[in-house]
């Protein structure tokens, strides 16, 4: 599924404009625990996390992770969003919890790392 | 760790502990150096999930450590040493879901009990050594040939 459909499903705002939303992903990361990011490595995977900090963008660059979503209309800060355009990983955000997003990018055919 | 091969990189990095800010940068630095060399793409994932568990433990627990980041012809080892609490418990420490992280720590996304674990199996070879009230020293390598 592309960037840019992920985004309407999700009613999503996303943050790093300028960035390719035409990529494809088909498998989800989805955890606030950065190590489980890491222990189920999947290049290209888009991962959702309610986690915030600037270590989530460092994990997902570590992780080879294509794009973030952010859960519970959480929004990170301009440092943030400035090293994730920094190392291309588009960044989301949506009001949806973590249960909901996963529940519809499933029902999108959508498949889990973990 | 004895390193009998050929040295054909090397560099240490310092680790200032607590600071979650810069937290995880010796990793993304590594990442930087590992995707311009001609390595196996599995070898550079395991190389670079052990550099930032490594680095990880070292901002989470202890006051300052390096990070040793070594290639040679045969592998890429990776040595930590830091000045901190150490680790009573070794075995322990390596069990998956152990944790001795605080609330914060959690609330930044780590100390899950998945930090050692992780370094484990994305290590060929691992030793921990740790001194209780002063430090641990951590050293893993990644052979190129390997792809586990």
Do not use: W
């Not at chain 2, 070794?90 to 152990?98: D, K, L, N, R, Y």
């Amino acid at each position: 599924m592309r960037l840019e459909e992920i985004k309407d499903i999700l009613h999503g705002t996303v943050l790093t404009s300028d960035l390719d939303l035409s990529l494809e992903v088909d498998t989800v990361l989805a955890s606030d625990g950065m190590s489980e990011i890491l222990a189920f490595h999947t290049p290209g995977a888009l991962m959702v996390t309610g986690l915030t900090n600037i270590q989530s963008v460092r994990t997902a660059y570590i992780a080879d992770v294509r794009a973030i979503v952010y859960i519970r209309g959480k929004l990170p800060n301009e440092k943030l969003i400035a090293l994730a355009r920094d190392k291309n990983i588009v960044v989301m955000a949506t009001e949806f919890g973590m249960f909901d997003v996963c529940g519809i990018l499933r029902e999108h055919n959508m498949k889990g790392a973990m | 760790m004895t390193v009998y091969s050929e040295e054909l990189f090397k560099r240490v990095f310092t680790v200032y502990g607590h600071n979650f800010d810069t937290a995880g940068e010796t990793s993304t630095e590594i990442k930087s150096i590992l995707k311009g060399l001609e390595i196996d793409s599995d070898i550079i994932r395991r190389a670079l999930v052990v550099a930032f568990e490594a680095e990880m433990n070292v901002v989470m627990y202890a006051n300052i450590g390096t990070v040793s980041f070594v290639i040679t012809d045969e592998a890429i080892d990776i040595e930590v040493a830091d000045e901190g609490p150490g680790i009573p418990d070794i075995e322990q420490a390596m069990q998956e879901g152990f944790s001795t992280a605080s609330d914060e720590m959690r609330e930044k996304g780590f100390g899950f009990g998945m930090g050692l674990p992780n370094i484990k199996k994305n290590s060929d070879v691992l030793k921990i050594e740790s001194d209780v009230g002063k430090g641990t020293k951590l050293l893993a390598r990644i052979r190129l040939d390997s792809n586990a």
